[in-house]
């Protein structure tokens, strides 16, 4: 089990008014263990949950400053305007519905496919994510939109555009139809429409947002985007607003994570082999692991130019991922990973959900218990839980399936 570390930062920071005085990096202790999410980041203890209330002011900023940068806040109506809508999806047990979502006036549209079950009695939960390739990938419907932006090499993509030849290539990555059918909607969009994965250009959203005057790495664009469409999603009637889960995979399961510590609304969270950046360590003891200057070298845009200070002095860092986790008590987290993705690190997720344990006690909430392990293809843990199979980083209909059994877990007695 990780220690804590109690990194002493006394003359930098004394309340959270002083919270845009944060120390250049070089100035900040080394603390080689990991620092305790229930100190302040002046030393002090946080005894009550009132005080963890203060505390979790005080980690998202430091998150925002040191790694991923701000969350915007940009004033505005959300627009939604449905684009095409099936009401015989997957058989007639469905409605898909692809919907243009307008954050603010002046700022380009995300394309949101949403699946509804058809037999359900009253409000359903739904599973919110980005995905990879496009919506059209995801489904056969051959009026659901193709991306006309760069996209990830995969099947029909040509170029880094997506074809028609692409439609539908990606079904059993999401595996929406067994998803409704278990009584789950699902929301999905491409990841590209708030910015394309390119090191070099900046485009989708992220221009809209330069000219708002914000700046924040990929991730945090990526995880703000989340964020609009669960605007629009707690406007549709036949989603529970009180059941919303996100999952990402990857990449996108950092950017879930950072979604759900930052939004509230989100009541469920399943980051699926997140990683460095993610649900894993910076401070790594695993050699096989990515490490935080390798992904700063490969993915430059990803974290904001502050992180890339710490890449040969992760110690230097005044949290670390656990407390990230923490920022998401009490609500459900469930970390999946896979026994051969060792540059995903599991080991070290496992370890930081150990770490956020204390906060959720706090809380008075089951996180992980003392005799919870890591065993492959069995989910321990209760609010707090991990789930480990073999296999290699990719997600599939089997992963869907233990999302779907945690979900149901927490949510069953209310469906």
């Given amino acids: ?25 070089s100035d900040l202790p080394r603390c080689t263990e990991l620092p305790d999410p229930l100190r302040f980041f002046n030393g002090s203890p946080v005894r009550t949950p009132e005080e963890w209330q203060r505390r979790r002011v ?12 701000a969350l915007p806040s940009v004033a505005g109506t959300i627009r939604a305007e449905v684009t095409h809508e099936d009401k015989e999806a997957f058989g007639g047990s469905a409605v898909l519905r692809e919907v243009a979502v307008t954050p603010a006036e002046g700022c380009p549209p995300l394309y949101l496919l949403l699946v509804l079950p058809k037999k359900t009695q009253g409000p359903v939960p739904v599973f919110l994510g980005m995905n990879f390739s496009g ?36 079904k059993d990555v999401w595996a929406i139809d067994q998803t409704v059918r278990r009584g789950y909607a699902v929301a999905t969009f491409y990841n590209g429409d708030v910015d394309p994965d390119e090191k070099e250009h900046r485009n989708g959203m992220r221009p809209f947002l330069k000219s708002q005057g914000y700046s924040p790495g990929t991730i945090m664009a990526w995880a703000w985007g989340l964020m609009r469409a669960v605007d629009y999603l707690l406007s549709v009637p036949e989603i529970d607003a009180q059941r919303i889960a996100i999952v990402g995979h990857s990449r996108l399961g950092k950017t879930a994570l950072v979604a759900a510590a930052f939004d509230d609304r989100i009541a469920l ?33 990803w974290f904001n130019d502050r992180f890339k200070e710490f890449n040969e002095q992760v110690d230097r860092l005044p949290f670390d991922q656990h407390a990230l986790i923490a920022l998401l008590a009490p609500r459900p987290v469930l970390l999946t990973n896979a026994e051969e993705d060792q540059w995903a ?22 996180g992980l218990g003392p005799e919870d392990r890591p065993m492959q293809n069995r989910i321990v843990g209760n609010k707090l839980a991990y789930f480990l199979r073999p296999g290699p980083h990719s997600m599939t209909r089997d992963d869907w399936l233990v999302f779907l059994e945690f979900a149901d877990r927490h949510w069953l007695s209310r469906r």
């Avoid at 006394?10 to 959270?16: C, D, K, R, V």
């Avoid at 900023?61 to 991923?68: G, R, V, W």
């Avoid at 690190?345 to 089951?366: C, S």
Wanted: with cysteine; net charge positive.
């Fill in 58 to 69: 005080e980690l998202k900023k430091l998150f925002e400053h040191y790694m991923y940068g």
């Fill in 135 to 170: 919506n059209h990938s995801l489904v056969d419907d051959p009026k659901v939109r193709i991306p006309a932006s760069w996209i990830y090499p995969g099947p029909g993509v040509e170029n880094h555009r997506a074809t028609e030849k692409s439609r539908g290539s990606r």
């Fill in 345 to 366: 690190n599991p080991d070290g997720q496992f370890d930081m959900l150990r770490a956020a344990n204390p906060v959720y006690r706090l809380l008075g909430v089951d």
């Fill in 269 to 301: 969270v399943i980051p699926h082999q997140s990683g460095t950046g993610g649900a894993a360590p910076s401070r790594s003891k695993n050699p096989k692991a990515e490490t935080v200057a390798r992904i700063n070298t490969a993915f430059p845009h």
């Fill in 1 to 25: 089990m990780y220690r804590f570390m109690i990194c002493l930062t006394l003359g930098f920071l004394t309340s959270l008014a002083m919270a845009q005085s944060f120390p250049a990096v």
